[in-house]
């Protein structure tokens, strides 16, 4: 340091400039170290030192950041902060400021508790007398805060009406059964009856082209032309059985309408100025509960 000093005094320019930059930088880093900075690092660093269990420079820190105004910005920072500056009055003995801190942290947050893992049993148990004290002389409460109620829901119910026509229970392939709402049995008449048809038109057309010009079988064709002559009454005895098997059945199940209910929120309410309702607009009925 003499060196330096000397340094300085010295009229040799170089050695004077180098001395000026020793110096800056050493005291560069304490400056801005010194230098303050957002009130959440200084939080951070205040955090840092009460776990280090220097009370008495937490206690300073936290004073700071809380007193004469508030200058944290969130909620829990403000909690936590209190709750840290609460503690360190203990482990310093100050037993006055200690439950003025807890006062102010339950008045903002009844129901915080202490980490039994971080705190002695015997600051948990002030802390805990404070609180029953403060509710029995109704500063704070302890029930659990409560759900704002949930406005009243209006809604109402829709009816959609499906009506059918009788006309089509008389229909082949089916039709009455989709019309039924049964589409799987539909399905079924539906195949059915196309396969029994093709073998009707197949057997129609293959003894049809065994014929010969003169419109008659030969010898070796007659017997083949005769089983296709059964396969296509089968066919067409099969499809009127099946037509009339489905027309029956669609007839039985029948149902003119099907009517459903939905629940579905309620319309705005029309103003005075609003015009009248259009022809033809559903009525329903709005229920509030």
Same mark, same amino acid.
């Given at each position: 340091?003499? %060196?330096?000093?000397?340094?300085?005094?010295?009229? +040799?320019?170089?050695?004077?400039? *180098?001395?000026?930059?020793?110096?800056?930088?050493?005291?560069?880093?304490?400056?801005?170290?010194?230098?303050?900075?957002?009130?959440?690092?200084?939080?951070?660093?205040?955090?840092?030192? !009460?776990?280090?269990?220097?009370?008495?420079?937490?206690?300073?820190?936290?004073? /700071?950041?809380?007193?004469? /105004? @508030?200058?944290?910005?969130?909620?829990?920072?403000?909690?936590? =902060?209190?709750? %840290?500056?609460?503690?360190?009055?203990?482990?310093?003995? +100050?037993?006055?400021?200690?439950?003025?801190?807890?006062?102010?942290?339950? @008045?903002? *947050? #009844?129901?915080?508790?202490?980490?039994?893992? %971080?705190?002695?049993?015997?600051?948990?148990?002030? !802390?805990?007398?404070?609180?029953?004290?403060?509710?029995?002389?109704?500063?704070?409460?302890? /029930?659990?805060?409560?759900? =704002?109620?949930? #406005? *009243?829901?209006?809604?109402?119910?829709?009816?959609? &009406?499906?009506?059918?026509?009788? &006309?089509?229970? !008389?229909? #082949?392939?089916?039709?009455?059964?989709?019309?039924?709402?049964?589409?799987?049995?539909?399905?079924? !008449?539906?195949?059915?009856?196309?396969?029994?048809?093709?073998?009707?038109?197949?057997?129609?057309?293959?003894?049809?082209?065994?014929?010969?010009?003169?419109?008659?079988?030969?010898?070796? /064709?007659? *017997?083949? =032309?005769?089983?296709?002559?059964?396969?296509?009454?089968?066919?067409?005895?099969?499809?009127?059985?099946? @037509?009339?098997?489905?027309?029956? +059945? $669609?007839?039985?199940?029948?149902?003119?309408? +099907?009517?459903?209910?939905?629940?579905? #929120?309620?319309?705005? =309410?029309?103003?005075?100025?609003?015009?009248?309702?259009?022809?033809?607009?559903?009525? $329903?009925?709005? @229920?509030? %509960?």
């Amino acid at each position: 340091m003499l %060196y330096f000093l000397a340094s300085l005094r010295s009229t +040799d320019p170089v050695r004077h400039g *180098a001395a000026i930059l020793v110096i800056a930088l050493l005291a560069g880093p304490r400056t801005a170290a010194a230098a303050p900075g957002t009130p959440e690092e200084e939080m951070q660093a205040a955090e840092n030192t !009460f776990r280090f269990q220097d009370y008495r420079g937490a206690a300073k820190r936290l004073g /700071d950041l809380l007193y004469p /105004d @508030v200058r944290l910005g969130s909620p829990d920072l403000v909690i936590r =902060a209190r709750e %840290y500056l609460g503690a360190s009055h203990f482990f310093l003995g +100050d037993e006055k400021r200690m439950e003025e801190e807890f006062t102010a942290l339950l @008045v903002l *947050a #009844p129901l915080h508790r202490l980490d039994p893992f %971080y705190y002695p049993a015997p600051l948990i148990e002030r !802390f805990e007398a404070l609180r029953r004290r403060l509710a029995e002389l109704k500063v704070i409460s302890l /029930d659990p805060p409560r759900k =704002a109620p949930e #406005p *009243a829901r209006c809604e109402r119910q829709e009816a959609t &009406v499906v009506r059918r026509s009788r &006309v089509a229970s !008389f229909m #082949p392939l089916g039709i009455g059964q989709f019309q039924n709402g049964e589409p799987v049995k539909g399905g079924l !008449f539906l195949s059915g009856q196309l396969l029994a048809l093709g073998m009707n038109i197949g057997g129609f057309l293959g003894t049809e082209a065994l014929r010969g010009s003169d419109g008659m079988y030969s010898p070796a /064709d007659a *017997a083949r =032309a005769r089983d296709l002559r059964y396969v296509q009454y089968v066919g067409l005895g099969a499809l009127a059985a099946l @037509v009339v098997w489905g027309v029956i +059945d $669609s007839a039985v199940r029948f149902r003119p309408e +099907d009517t459903t209910f939905q629940v579905v #929120p309620c319309p705005p =309410a029309r103003g005075p100025g609003d015009g009248p309702a259009a022809p033809g607009s559903p009525v $329903s009925m709005c @229920v509030r %509960y």
